[in-house]
């Protein structure tokens, strides 16, 4: 009923930037957070940078000055820009939004398909 569709993962140069999209669509009621995770290889997901519907932007420590979460209300859409990008930071992407169907129901999680980033010389 709620899809999560990302788009922007590729390969890029250590240093570079690189910017990954992401929109839930479907039927869609209310959407409270929305962040980005990743994981490597071997590694436990690892959350990065979340947005509330107010706007309020949190980020780990590990992208705290590189990486920036922006959000659209409207479209239901979130982007992160990365910049400064290190050999670390490959990894699977994740986009998560946080739904209710109603005012009276649960939040549930949905999770995008995941976005290769590979940084790489």
């Known amino acids: 009923q709620v899809q999560i569709v990302q788009s922007g993962g590729g390969v890029v140069q250590p240093g570079g930037s690189l910017r990954l999209s992401c929109a839930a669509t479907?039927?869609?009621?209310?959407?409270?957070?929305m962040g980005w995770y990743r994981q490597a290889p071997g590694k436990e997901r690892e959350w990065l940078a979340g947005?509330?519907?107010?706007?309020?932007?949190n980020y780990a420590d590990s992208v705290k000055g590189r990486f920036t979460i922006s959000r659209d209300n409207g479209k239901n859409a979130i982007w992160l820009d990365m910049t400064s990008l290190k050999p670390e930071d490959t990894a699977v992407y994740y986009c998560?939004?946080?739904?209710?169907?109603?005012?009276?129901?649960?939040?549930?999680?949905?999770w995008g398909q995941g976005s290769q980033v590979t940084v790489s010389s």
């Open positions: 479907g039927n869609v009621f209310t959407i409270n957070g």
């Open positions: 998560k939004a946080e739904h209710r169907s109603s005012w009276s129901s649960p939040i549930v999680d949905f």
């Open positions: 947005s509330t519907s107010g706007g309020t932007r």
